[in-house]
T-cell receptor
Framework: DGGITQSPKYLFRKEGQNVTLSCEQNLNHDAMYWYRQDPGQGLRLIYYSQIVNDFQKGDIAEGYSVSREKKESFPLTVTSAQKNPTAFYLC????????FGSGTRLTVV | DQQVKQNSPSLSVQEGRISILNCDYTNSMFDYFLWYKKYPAEGPTFLISISSIKDKNEDGRFTVFLNKSAKHLSLHIVPSQPGDSAVYFCAASDQGGSEKLVFGKGMKLTVNP
């Protein structure tokens, strides 16, 4: 079955630690995206990549980093510089329409 | 500056009645609009879309209306069912929907039995 997989579903980290969220797709989509959802804020774009080895900052890229070494994978690193990292993170890929993963809830304590 | 606005954070309707979810946009370059439905702790799922060359698109109980001159679209669900209870996001694109989407803040719909 084609789809997009985010892992883990729940993640806990101590403040000051970097953490990497995984996103893998087998839909052969060129474009991939990372969004963050906070209560009352909707979905805000963090980073996106339209092709392998290329990515662009979204609206709230500060404190995050990404890589796109393979078409199938678009990991997101939440660095210690991100001031409010606790959130629900959504990965998506697109080709004439978006497919979302099921999300990762990151809690920083 | 918010380009896609869902000004009402929530809506509660009775089962069997019509639900109307509204969305406004400011960017006149948007040419494709989508509605997504999201349950808690899950990713959004695509519901229905409309191109700017149309003013209405219907899919079963779901109809989306687009008023380009008013930069306004709405999603009608009729009849509403308890399983429709979710958060609904309006989204827009300026490249036919294949590039990055701009999302509204979402609206929580509750359908009461």
């Amino acid at each position: 079955d084609g789809g997009i997989t985010q892992s883990p579903k729940y993640l806990f980290r101590k403040e000051g630690q970097n953490v990497t969220l995984s996103c893998e797709q087998n839909l052969n989509h060129d474009a991939m995206y990372w969004y963050r959802q906070d209560p009352g804020q909707g979905l805000r774009l963090i980073y996106y990549s339209q092709i392998v080895n290329d990515f662009q900052k979204g609206d709230i890229a500060e404190g995050y980093s990404v890589s796109r070494e393979k078409k199938e994978s678009f990991p997101l690193t939440v660095t210690s510089a991100q001031k409010n990292p606790t959130a629900f993170y959504l990965c998506a890929s697109s080709s004439l329409g978006y497919t979302f993963g099921s999300g990762t809830r990151l809690t920083v304590v | 500056d918010q380009q896609v606005k869902q000004n009402s954070p929530s809506l509660s309707v009775q089962e069997g009645r019509i639900s109307i979810l509204n969305c406004d946009y400011t960017n006149s370059m948007f040419d494709y609009f989508l509605w997504y439905k999201k349950y808690p702790a899950e990713g959004p799922t695509f519901l229905i879309s409309i191109s700017s060359i149309k003013d209405k698109n219907e899919d079963g109980r779901f109809t989306v209306f687009l008023n380009k001159s008013a930069k306004h679209l709405s999603l009608h669900i009729v009849p509403s069912q308890p399983g429709d209870s979710a958060v609904y996001f309006c989204a827009a694109s300026d490249q036919g929907g294949s590039e990055k989407l701009v999302f509204g803040k979402g609206m929580k719909l509750t359908v009461n039995p």
